[in-house]
């Protein structure tokens, strides 16, 4: 039985919280800022295009912040290494679009209720999670459930890729038999 938490486990615990405070502070810093905007001025910008979906500046910016609130340093230059790391993600999604791949959302609910069950039991109850995050449980849930979505729908197609079908593995053996001797049974059985 497990009494208690490591204090690395803790902190890992309280990054993850403040990340998502974090985040959350920055999406409304940034909806705060969209309303100043004077006409003639760029709101937003096309980066890349993957698949059906846009990267824009705001997004890379708004992952920026968020490594830079968690403490995340970036080898290189981040305007490049931030927008390819969206590209990857992008195109994993596409892919699973492709290939079919989807997540219940039960799956996703249960994933989102152990993320806020575990936040609830670092700072002790829901009242003083709200209270920290400035957001009611709810508004949380919602906000949390297209970003957990797709990182189930991402992890799927990971372990889509990693599967191989009975046909690959069939194919894989016949092209050994060429290289191979043929070895008798009879020799094999004495």
């Known amino acids: 039985m497990i009494v208690g938490i490591s204090a690395s486990a803790t902190r890992a615990s309280r990054s993850a919280l403040a990340h998502e405070a974090d985040s959350a502070n920055i999406k409304q810093q940034a909806a705060a800022d969209s309303q100043k905007i004077n006409e003639g001025s760029v709101v937003d910008e096309v980066i890349w295009v993957v698949g059906d979906e846009a990267i824009l500046k705001s997004d890379v910016e708004v992952t920026r912040l968020q490594a830079e609130a968690e403490g995340i340093k970036y080898t290189g230059d981040p305007d490049c290494s931030i927008p390819e790391q969206i590209a990857v993600q992008k195109l994993f999604l596409h892919q ?5 791949i989807e997540v219940s959302e039960s799956e996703v609910m249960n994933g989102i209720d152990e993320q806020i069950n575990s936040w609830v039991s670092m700072i002790g109850s829901r009242e003083k999670l709200e209270e920290y995050r400035k957001q009611s449980i709810t508004q949380m849930r919602q906000q949390m459930h297209d970003d957990f979505k797709n990182q189930q729908l991402i992890q799927k197609m990971k372990q889509e890729l990693v599967r191989i079908s009975r046909c690959l593995q069939l194919r ?12 008798s049974l009879l020799f094999l059985q004495r």
């Open 96 to 100: 699973a679009a492709i290939d079919s």
């Open 172 to 183: 894989y053996v016949n092209t050994l038999r060429i290289y191979l001797p043929t070895v």
